[in-house]
């Protein structure tokens, strides 16, 4: 049975209408995906040295730090590896068991890329251990509970899919953990590195994580079993909407009704709901490369490229899709009495907003020196007056219809893939790093700072006129938009 579903999913993917465009992703998935099980080989061999060269116990340090590891894998899973009932749907009028159906959905997550990767990682990291601190049945026991711990991790992902508020409050209470322990308040690993030490003192306590692993996998079997109906468990979740007032921004005439739309967007669905959060998590950004813990990132050319992302992320996470957001009515709206240009507006003092509150929100970037939040205030002017533009112009090509009830196809679909979206993408980045190289080269840091703001001024200044130009290429793409809408498949 289990051939014959992989069979089911064959065929689907090579009768798909867009077999070419899927192929070509698929290589490009495929060769990303050859990378990152390269280097998490690499890392994995290399970390034992890794830690032996900076003259600290790497069995020691290990323990200490990988709770941290597992956490960052549950919070990945949790945003990008979701329970889809889509292909499961058709099955439940077919003279298939749900026992089998289920059996298969959790037989198919255990060899998920996001546990190859781990076991890629964690293998050789086992293997060097055996190797540089001698064989012995204690450390092979711990690495296999170190492997068992990323399936509790992918089961616990798969029970916690549907519970947001719970997830969550774990992850925000380990969040604050790892705030307190960078801070130098509290060391959480003092405690936690017990726990993983634990299966090398006392290896039989691999038997209590193998039995907690099966009941979690008969827990799973039951949950999603008694939830494989239409009406129960794949029937999509209806919240409560909330009524928010923003009449202040009838004010604003045609423009500020549009604004309240998007608001209401923004505030209600799944989709759209994991934009903002993900906007939220790129303010933090900037401390993979102010903080210089990656020896490569301590150029401040580097600076100013983690600061366009610190104050750009909703910049990139919303506008790169409209008018895709409004996919599900956009060929309605387009036969009202609507004007591109106030449709335009409204998204783009949007990002206009929550780019400002980025950079209120990263002043704490201050405690690196007021240069660094230079970068960061200059970055915020050039995402305003010149990516907002860029990522508008991109959308008008990518023509990827959103659901807003899910998180599927989180990171784009096929339709997205395009030359002109490539083209756009390459000045959001490299066009700031230039400007402030070019300055730094000319005299320092601080005038490199001042051509990315200035651009983006120059940007400021010239917003009518860009409009015309990107509301024309609407226009031009109108129709070939409404078309990629109601292609259902």
């Not at 957001?325 to 949007?350: A, E, G, H, R």
Request: aromatic residues 20%; positive net charge; contains cysteine.
């Amino acid at each position: 049975m289990f051939k014959q579903f992989l069979f089911l999913e064959w065929k689907s993917f090579f009768r798909s209408p867009n077999l070419a465009i899927n192929i070509i992703l698929k290589i490009l998935v495929y060769f990303y995906l050859f990378l990152f099980a390269l280097l998490a080989l690499v890392y994995g061999a290399g970390t034992y040295f890794f830690i032996e060269e900076m003259d600290m116990v790497p069995f020691e340090v290990v323990n200490k730090y990988i709770i941290y590891y597992f956490t960052v894998d549950l919070f990945v899973r949790y945003i990008f590896q979701r329970f889809n009932p889509l292909n499961i749907k058709p099955l439940l009028a077919t003279n298939v068991s749900k026992k089998k159906i289920v059996n298969f959905i959790l037989a198919k997550s255990t060899i998920s890329i996001f546990n190859i990767i781990n076991y890629l990682y964690l293998i050789p990291l086992t293997v060097v251990f055996l190797i540089n601190d001698g064989f012995s049945l204690k450390l092979l026991v711990w690495g296999i509970s170190l492997l068992a711990l990323v399936n509790v991790n992918n089961l616990l992902n798969l029970l916690l899919n549907k519970k947001n508020a719970v997830f969550f409050s774990v992850f925000g209470i380990l969040a604050v953990c790892g705030a307190l322990h960078y801070w130098q308040i509290i060391d959480i690993t003092v405690y936690t590195q017990y726990f993983y030490t634990a299966f090398y003192e006392y290896p039989f306590l691999i038997l209590v994580l193998v039995a907690a692993l099966f009941f979690m996998y008969r827990y799973s079997f039951t949950f999603y079993k008694n939830s494989l109906y239409l009406d129960k468990g794949l029937q999509k979740k209806k919240d409560e909407v909330q009524n928010v007032n923003l009449t202040w921004l009838d004010r604003f005439g045609v423009t500020g009704t549009f604004l309240k739309l998007d608001i209401k967007m923004l505030m209600r669905n799944k989709r759209s709901k994991t934009a903002m959060i993900s906007s939220f998590v790129f303010i933090f950004y900037g401390l993979l490369i102010f903080t210089n813990i990656v020896d490569m990132y301590s150029s401040p050319v580097f600076y100013i490229f983690g600061a366009i992302f610190v104050t750009g992320g909703f910049v990139f996470n919303f506008g790169n899709y409209i008018p895709s957001w409004d996919s599900s009515y956009y060929p309605f709206m387009m036969t009202q009495n609507i004007t591109y240009k106030n449709y335009l507006k409204s998204k783009w003092w949007l990002m206009v907003i929550a780019t400002i509150l980025c950079t209120f929100l990263a002043t704490f970037y201050l405690y690196f020196g007021w240069p660094v939040y230079l970068m960061v205030f200059s970055a915020a002017l050039f995402n305003i007056g010149i990516n907002s533009y860029l990522v508008m112009l991109s959308g008008a090509f990518v023509k990827t219809p959103i659901d807003l009830s899910t998180n599927k196809n989180l990171m784009g679909d096929k339709t997205a893939f395009n030359i002109n979206s490539l083209l756009l993408a390459m000045p959001k980045i490299f066009l700031p790093v230039i400007l402030f190289f070019i300055g730094k080269i000319i005299y320092n840091d601080v005038l490199g700072c001042i051509l990315v703001g200035l651009v983006g001024i120059i940007g400021l200044a010239f917003r009518d006129l860009i409009f015309k130009q990107i509301e024309r290429i609407y226009k031009a793409e109108k129709y070939k938009t409404i078309q990629a809408y109601k292609q259902k498949n």
